[in-house]
């Protein structure tokens, strides 16, 4: 489908410009929080699209089991093994919020993997970047936490959830689609259950929705202060069916969702008046 006029309008003022006019980070600061003992080559592959795609700075908040492999990967990439599984979320807090001073979007599961203690860190992360109203995406097993507790993202709409063919099936029974439900109206429905978040579902024809109408979405869920509930209202649904690669492998979602996170850290960076 061709894109909408408003939505490249919108695009081209939120890509920082090339003048001269910005310093360092003001393009975009981004955090890849993942990366356990099995899983190193998905947060490289998320904080590395980050930074080719155009944002300035990428760091990786991972375990310490991991930093070395990531480390070696490229000397651009800033790394953190701060989610030590000895450690306890009283001592990884400070850290997590020191750092989250630094970010304009934190993207949440390239590589986390499902150890009790990295699902732990992420929701730990989730929570303290909400309450400084970061952009967030949330990808692979970060999508488990959502799943088994919505009120982790509920009603939170900077964020984005990147759900591929198996994640978007598991995470619409999980927070109760009618299976009957047409299946271009599902992403629509997950994000309107999930009080408005943006859903970006993967497949042969990539589907980005939100849907903030109604009462399953009223604001009263968000964190979000001053904001205005009858202008946040919308129902809005993106068809993307420019054909991918016909070869599916390990490691293009997490292009796919260190490119999303660059974009809304260009966003955040417009809403702070850097630029535009």
């Known amino acids: 489908m061709p894109v909408p006029r408003a939505i490249i309008e919108q695009i ?7 003048d001269g006019s910005l310093h360092k980070g003001q393009s975009g ?14 947060p490289f592959f998320a904080a590395m699209s980050a930074l080719r795609f155009g944002a300035d700075l990428s760091h990786v908040i991972c375990s310490p089991t991991a930093a070395g492999a990531i480390k070696s990967y490229s000397p651009d990439l800033i790394v953190h093994p701060i989610l030590n599984e000895s450690s306890t979320s009283d001592q990884v807090t400070p850290q997590l919020q020191s750092l989250f001073t630094r970010l304009h979007v934190l993207i949440v599961g390239p590589g986390l993997g499902r150890e009790p203690y990295m699902q732990s860190y992420a929701k730990l992360a989730i929570s303290l970047a909400r309450q400084r109203g970061m952009y967030l995406v949330l990808d692979a097993d970060a999508l488990l936490l959502v799943g088994h507790d919505p009120s982790i993202i509920k009603g939170y709409r900077r964020a984005v959830l990147t759900p591929n063919v198996v994640e978007f099936k598991r995470l619409s029974e999980q927070v109760g689609v009618d299976p009957a439900a047409p299946a271009n109206e599902r992403a629509s429905i997950i994000s309107n259950l999930l009080g408005g978040v943006t859903i970006l579902e993967k497949g042969p024809k990539d589907v980005i929705a939100v849907d903030t109408t109604g009462e399953a979405a009223d604001l009263k869920e968000s964190q979000l202060e001053g904001a205005d509930a009858e202008k946040e209202k919308t129902k809005e649904t993106v068809e993307v069916d420019v054909e991918g690669g016909l070869k599916r ?5 997490d292009v796919l969702s260190g490119s999303v996170g660059t974009f809304m850290a260009w966003g955040k960076c417009y809403e702070d008046g850097a630029f535009g």
């Open 249 to 253: 492998c390990g490691g293009q979602g």
């Open 12 to 18: 081209k003022r939120l890509i920082p410009p090339l």
């Open 29 to 42: 600061r981004v955090g890849v929080l993942g990366g356990a003992l099995d899983y190193t080559g998905a």
